[in-house]
């Protein structure tokens, strides 16, 4: 893991890199590697000792051209002005990839939550929530969770939203409980989006991921989805991890039970159905089929990436390679399927819970499975026609010509003022 790059810098490389491939003004190109806006914030909330404390949080709204920002909320001690532009960044990026009608935004509070009582997060939410309140509306800015938040905070925000509003608007947040306006299938989504990407990349190497072993880092909502719904179709989970380490087990690791595991103890580390512990290091340069970062940024550099072993990656955190780890791996013929397509799932079931709740009217989870794979798969072909017709070094840059290519058409339809 490199803590040394910079994500902010490693967005505005893989632009530059795509860019290159298009043609596009290097006035155009300055827009399309920098925030719209950023609002940087200190909150002041009371803890339950009665003593103060403020904190730092953000919210960049980074390319709105093809419609309302759109992006997650992460509460975590790395969360940074930087961290937060390039997560915003992606989004603008991922949401153009798959084709759905939104820009990027991304928020976060610097804090680790497991220093504070639920109570004492309800008041730093709610807090965030006010400050958020002029920027944010289901046709302006759409947050939802990311590392660290989930439903309980989402449903926090739409009620603090909705009250000071005095309306119920569920579509200004995604990633709701279903009871709040949530929709079915959401939580999956990230998960079945990276493995729905896997399948395809497989089959372009004529290959059956039900035959692929798969190492997962990070056993989060996107890690362990990933790695339940890769076992379901017939791969063989043979390591997870998290923050405290990892376990392995060549026959293959029940991902519930390892779950099940984590939730009772808070790691999978002594998950008695596996054989060996290993560290985060040893699971990324395991021989695997299938290698799934799911943790957070920069988790494989360019000297990690030199013992990677796996035929395919497919990444369900943000940003999990630097750019020089993207290139030793083109050498060493490593298929990896970007963040912006391989976990796009959980945007893109958030644009399905917006437009129900626009709607009133709500899908089964039949239908956004369903319409979700279409997505997936319609975004796989896409990026393996401008792989291919642009003859791109690899799967990122392919993605990014495809949607950079779609954000300046959007710019350019919309003219400019006299
Ligand atoms: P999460 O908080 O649910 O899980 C994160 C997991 O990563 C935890 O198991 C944690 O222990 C582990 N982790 C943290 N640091 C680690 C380290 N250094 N080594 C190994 N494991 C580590 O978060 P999440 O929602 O699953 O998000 C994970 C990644 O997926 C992030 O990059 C996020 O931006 C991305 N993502 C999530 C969604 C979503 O819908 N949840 C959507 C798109 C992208």
Redesign the pocket.
């Known amino acids: 893991?490199s803590d040394d790059v910079n994500p902010f810098e490693s967005l505005q490389e893989q632009i530059d890199d795509a860019a290159a491939h298009l043609d596009v003004s290097d006035g155009l190109i300055t827009r399309l590697k920098n925030p719209e806006r950023i609002l940087e914030t200190n909150l002041t909330v009371e803890l339950d000792d009665g003593s103060l404390d403020t904190l730092r949080a953000y919210r960049s709204e980074f390319n709105g051209d093809r419609g309302p920002y759109k992006g997650?909320i992460?509460y975590h001690p790395g969360v940074d002005r930087d961290e937060v532009k390039a997560?915003s960044g992606w989004m603008v990026y991922k949401c153009a990839t798959v084709g759905i009608p939104y820009g990027g935004g991304k928020g976060g509070i610097s804090i680790d939550p497991s220093d504070y009582s639920e109570e004492e997060l309800e008041r730093i939410t709610r807090a965030f929530a006010v400050e958020l309140r002029p920027l944010i509306g289901e046709d302006k800015d759409i947050p939802a969770?990311?590392?660290?938040t989930g439903q309980r905070e989402m449903n926090w925000i739409k009620d603090t939203y909705e009250t000071l509003e005095n309306t119920t608007e569920p579509g200004v947040i995604t990633g709701k409980d279903i009871d709040s306006g949530g929709s079915e299938g959401r939580v999956e989504?990230?998960g079945r989006s990276t493995v729905l990407a896997a399948r395809e990349a497989f089959e372009y190497l004529g290959r059956d991921i039900a035959d692929a072993t798969v190492a997962v880092?990070?056993?989060?909502?996107?890690?362990w989805i990933t790695a339940k719904l890769a076992d379901e179709m017939g791969a063989t989970v043979v390591s997870v991890?998290?923050?405290s380490g990892g376990i392995y087990d060549e026959d293959g690791i029940d991902p519930v039970a390892a779950k099940d595991h984590k939730r009772e103890t808070g790691s999978v580390v002594g998950f008695h159905g596996a054989t060996e512990e290993i560290s985060?290091d040893d699971l990324l340069t395991l021989d695997v089929d299938l290698l799934v970062p799911?943790?957070?940024?920069n988790?494989i550099d360019a000297d990690l990436a030199e013992d990677v072993s796996a035929d395919v990656i497919s990444e369900?955190?943000?940003g999990p390679l630097t750019p020089d780890a993207d290139d030793v791996l083109v050498d060493e013929d490593v298929l990896v399927v970007p963040d912006i397509l391989a976990?796009a799932g959980?945007?893109t079931v958030s644009y399905f819970e917006w437009v129900q709740n626009r709607q009133r009217f709500y899908w089964s989870e039949e239908k956004v499975n369903d319409e979700l794979e279409t997505i997936i798969v319609d975004a796989f072909d896409d990026l393996v026609e401008a792989y291919e017709t642009h003859d791109l070094p690899n799967f990122r840059t392919a993605a990014y010509v495809v949607a950079i290519q779609r954000v300046v058409d959007a710019y350019d339809q919309a003219g400019t003022w006299p």
Do not use: C, I, K, W
Request: aromatic letters at 4%.
């Open positions: 893991m997650g992460r997560l969770p990311d590392v660290n989504a990230t880092q990070g056993y989060g909502n996107a890690g991890s998290d923050s985060n799911a943790a957070l940024e988790a369900a955190a943000n976990n959980g945007v």
